[in-house]
């Protein structure tokens, strides 16, 4: 109660010395008030009365700070912002800076209760003798100011933001008065550590740094806590006109305002005189950080645009794609993606070496790495480097992903749709065994007999010709696969129903670039893969094969921890039963012979168990190897994205090679595991029989999250009562566990959650 009678007073005591001044002097005071119409008749009461009736509060928006990809490792491969902000608590930002900017902005901000009653006398007491200009405005009321700018700008409207601003005339006056308002109000429900806090995090330090964390890791790479004295005087001096002090574009300047506020430091006794005289006299000691603003300046450009468009279609960010793009660059969100920093560059990097991005016959080739039964995207990767303008060897164009995430049309997959009509036939009853006629290249066959109507694909014949694969005559389903014959599976489609095969690739998720069914081109678009697909979509419907028969969605993002360390429901898994355990096992035994020698992917067999399928397009503009270990799945495409020329090549010869490669890497340090017979379905029939099973990732999740993903796969979760620091995982969130994800364990067995304290790694 005597604060607000305290406030009251102060309130009328300026306005009263306001009234007069204006009254006498009439004319602007410091630029701060001037008398609008008829105020120098009222009492103190009516000002005072006029003053209480205008709003107190207002609805800010969270401040903007940055969003931040992480890869898998939690290494940071990408941040995002409109504004580069890091918003940090009181405790840690170092004393020396909130003394600092303290002492240059406000000197009395611990006494008053918003606005300054002795700050504003004397700015109009200098303006009366004729003085410079002198700013009254309280810290509090500066933060109430950028506040106002801030959620303006937030929410789109320019106007309000520069109503907020506005200096002159009658409209800077009324401007004033509500901010004074706002500002006593403020210091009425926040404490002065609240308001400090508030505005060291809003203040914009000039060189694209908001806030005084992002202002030390721009100008010196280190964070608010472990600022020096003399590089806190440098940040705090910049607050009031950071154009005027830039010290990266005028050291010397900025070198005389930082001695300034070392100097004010001193005579409000806040530091002494030799610790001022050592600061003034060091050097600025910039250690300047490039600003790397959103995709174009991630690790990997197109792992990042492809994270964005991905987020961008998540319902969890919000209702509309406005919405979401909201909280992405401004949320200040925590993204752990899935993919392996080290594989995805050496993904990009054996492409490259194979396929020289400058290449005068202007080749592609692009791959992408999947997890068989959850989904995750581990590395996706072309031969090209990341420019919007584009040019030799460069592009903006993600080939490896859908068309929604990364703008490419996609690619012809040959004969790697091959492998559906196997799953389809064996549904149907048949056997690897089992034999029917391939016909000689050139064989019209009526259009009839592919029983396409009811899906609708209606052509009068089909006349395929053999790109890989010569033979003709009678063979088996096995023989005809591993040798890749086309006439023989047009002439099995004729057996199955070309609509058959066609539900069995939407049933294992292959789908065409732009997201349309596959194969509405026809029945070679169906048969011999003459329809686009991208290879990420391609590498996770061979992934159903590898999970025993489940087709999980490819997904790049572990988790989403929001600022406030509460995690949003992004990254589950979307996986569904597509094809029977022992189709899918019959399948993958088919498909190894095509790593065989003798097979048309012989060139991919690399030492493990695998399974796969190449792929050669018509007039070979486009080749692929599709494949898969039981722990992963891949594909590779090599082609022609800009002209339809052949590349003189099949899927085994070029394609299949860099798959070779590309898994080797990926399995490294992976125990060597076979193609079983995957029948168990659930996690308590994986323990009764004794089983190992994978270990989800967690890592990055909150621990509710990460306790029911655990549960649900078979395991007994525990927590280490010792947690660890980590800046890559939010405080709260699971910072690692025992046994690691992605590795294989007991069914049953306990996994052991260790979670984070925040904060910089020891």
Same mark, same amino acid.
């Given at each position: 109660m005597k604060r607000r009678q305290g406030d009251a007073a102060s309130v009328a005591g300026l306005l009263t010395a306001f009234v007069a001044a204006s009254t006498v002097l009439g004319l602007l005071a410091a630029g701060i008030f001037m008398p609008i119409a008829g105020i120098a008749g009222m009492s103190t009461k009516s000002v005072v009365t006029a003053f209480d009736a205008l709003p107190a509060q207002f609805t800010a928006s969270p401040l903007a700070q940055q969003s931040r990809i992480l890869a898998a490792d939690g290494s940071v491969m990408a941040t995002l912002y409109k504004e580069n902000r890091l918003v940090v608590p009181l405790s840690q930002i170092g004393d020396d800076m909130r003394m600092a900017q303290v002492a240059i902005e406000d000197r009395r901000f611990y006494e008053h209760g918003g606005i300054d009653g002795k700050g504003i006398l004397r700015s109009i007491a200098t303006a009366a003798r004729g003085g410079d200009k002198q700013g009254a405005s309280t810290l509090t009321q500066q933060y109430v100011r950028q506040l106002l700018i801030t959620t303006a700008r937030q929410n789109g409207n320019e106007k309000a933001a520069e109503a907020a601003q506005v200096r002159s005339g009658i409209a800077g006056y009324v401007r004033k008065i509500q901010e004074m308002k706002y500002a006593i109000s403020m210091e009425q429900r926040r404490s002065k550590d609240q308001i400090l806090e508030g505005y060291l995090n809003i203040v914009y330090y000039g060189a694209g740094a908001y806030g005084v964390e992002a202002a030390a890791h721009r100008y010196y790479d280190t964070t608010a806590a472990d600022l020096t004295l003399p590089q806190s005087a440098m940040i705090a001096g910049l607050a009031q006109n950071p154009g005027t002090a830039d010290p990266i574009n005028n050291p010397k300047r900025a070198i005389e305002r930082r001695n300034v506020v070392l100097s004010a430091m001193n005579e409000q006794g806040l530091i002494s005189t030799a610790r001022m005289r050592r600061a003034q006299n060091a050097p600025l000691g910039l250690d300047v950080q490039p600003l790397k603003p959103s995709c174009p300046s991630a690790t990997d450009p197109y792992v990042c645009y492809y994270v964005v468009n991905w987020l961008l279609d998540q319902p969890a960010l919000g209702k509309t794609p406005e919405e979401r793009e909201k909280r992405l660059f401004y949320g200040g969100l925590n993204i752990r993606t899935t993919f392996d920093p080290a594989l995805t560059t050496?993904?990009?990097?054996?492409?490259?070496?194979?396929?020289?991005?400058?290449?005068?016959?202007?080749?592609?080739?692009?791959?992408?790495?999947?997890?068989?039964?959850?989904?995750?995207?581990?590395?996706?990767?072309?031969?090209?480097?990341?420019?919007?303008?584009?040019?030799?060897? /460069?592009?903006?164009?993600?080939?490896?992903?859908?068309?929604?995430?990364?703008?490419?049309?996609?690619?012809?997959?040959?004969?790697?749709?091959?492998?559906?009509?196997?799953?389809?036939?064996?549904?149907?009853?048949?056997?690897?065994?089992?034999?029917?006629?391939?016909?000689?290249?050139?064989?019209?066959? =009526?259009?009839?007999?592919?029983?396409?109507?009811?899906?609708?694909?209606?052509?009068?014949?089909?006349?395929?010709?053999?790109?890989?694969?010569?033979?003709?005559?009678?063979?088996?389903?096995?023989?005809?696969?591993?040798?890749?014959?086309?006439?023989?599976?047009?002439?099995? !489609?004729?057996?199955?129903?070309?609509?058959?095969?066609?539900?069995?690739?939407?049933?294992?998720?292959?789908?065409?670039?732009?997201?349309?069914?596959?194969?509405?081109?026809?029945?070679?678009?169906?048969?011999?893969?003459?329809?686009?697909?991208?290879?990420?979509?391609?590498?996770?419907?061979?992934?159903?094969?590898?999970?025993?028969?489940?087709?999980?969605?490819?997904? =790049?993002?572990?988790?989403?921890?929001?600022?406030?360390?509460?995690?949003?429901?992004?990254?589950?898994?979307?996986?569904?039963?597509?094809?029977?355990? /022992?189709?899918?096992?019959?399948?993958?035994?088919?498909?190894?012979?095509?790593?065989?020698?003798?097979?048309?992917?012989?060139?991919?067999?690399?030492?493990?168990?695998? !399974?796969?399928?190449?792929?050669?397009?018509?007039?070979?503009?486009?080749?692929?190897?599709?494949?898969?270990?039981?722990?992963?799945?891949?594909?590779?495409?090599?082609?022609?994205?800009?002209?339809?020329?052949?590349?003189?090549?099949?899927?085994?010869?070029? !394609?299949?090679?860099?798959?070779?490669?590309?898994?080797?890497?990926?399995?490294?340090?992976?125990?060597?595991?076979?193609?079983?017979?995957?029948?168990?379905?659930?996690?308590?029939?994986?323990?009764?029989?004794?089983?190992?099973?994978?270990?989800?990732?967690?890592?990055?999740?909150?621990?509710?999250?990460?306790?029911?993903?655990?549960?649900?796969?078979?395991?007994?979760?525990?927590?280490?009562?010792?947690?660890?620091?980590?800046?890559?995982?939010?405080?709260?969130?699971?910072? /690692?566990?025992?046994?690691e994800g992605a590795t294989r364990a007991d069914a049953g067995a306990t996994v052991t959650l260790t979670l984070s304290r925040g904060g910089r790694p020891e």
């Open positions: 050496y993904t990009r990097k054996v492409l490259a070496d194979r396929v020289s991005p400058t290449n005068a016959a202007r080749r592609g080739a692009a791959a992408a790495v999947v997890e068989p039964g959850t989904g995750r995207v581990l590395a996706i990767g072309q031969n090209t480097t990341w420019d919007l303008v584009g040019g030799p060897g /460069k592009t903006s164009v993600n080939w490896a992903v859908d068309q929604k995430y990364g703008a490419s049309g996609g690619f012809q997959i040959g004969s790697t749709a091959k492998m559906f009509a196997v799953v389809t036939a064996l549904e149907q009853g048949m056997t690897a065994n089992s034999s029917f006629y391939a016909p000689p290249d050139g064989t019209h066959i =009526p259009g009839r007999k592919f029983d396409g109507e009811k899906c609708g694909v209606i052509d009068r014949y089909f006349a395929p010709y053999n790109a890989e694969g010569e033979e003709h005559g009678m063979t088996t389903l096995r023989e005809a696969t591993v040798k890749s014959i086309n006439t023989a599976f047009a002439q099995l !489609a004729t057996k199955v129903g070309v609509c058959n095969e066609r539900e069995t690739m939407k049933k294992m998720g292959l789908h065409r670039s732009d997201g349309k069914d596959y194969g509405v081109g026809g029945i070679a678009a169906t048969v011999l893969g003459a329809d686009n697909a991208s290879p990420l979509t391609l590498a996770a419907s061979y992934a159903t094969l590898a999970s025993g028969g489940m087709y999980c969605e490819p997904r =790049p993002v572990e988790s989403v921890i929001a600022f406030d360390s509460t995690e949003l429901p992004i990254g589950e898994n979307k996986c569904r039963r597509a094809v029977d355990p /022992k189709i899918a096992y019959d399948t993958t035994k088919i498909l190894t012979g095509v790593l065989a020698e003798g097979g048309t992917g012989s060139k991919a067999a690399f030492g493990r168990p695998a !399974a796969g399928k190449t792929g050669t397009a018509d007039n070979s503009t486009e080749t692929w190897f599709a494949g898969y270990t039981p722990q992963l799945a891949a594909a590779v495409w090599y082609g022609t994205p800009y002209t339809q020329r052949s590349v003189h090549a099949y899927g085994g010869t070029v !394609a299949a090679p860099l798959w070779r490669r590309i898994m080797t890497k990926a399995s490294d340090g992976m125990d060597t595991e076979r193609f079983r017979l995957i029948e168990n379905d659930t996690p308590q029939e994986a323990k009764d029989n004794g089983e190992t099973v994978s270990v989800p990732d967690v890592v990055g999740r909150s621990q509710e999250s990460a306790t029911q993903i655990l549960q649900d796969a078979g395991f007994s979760v525990k927590v280490d009562d010792n947690r660890e620091q980590s800046s890559a995982v939010a405080p709260g969130a699971v910072v /690692k566990t025992s046994p």
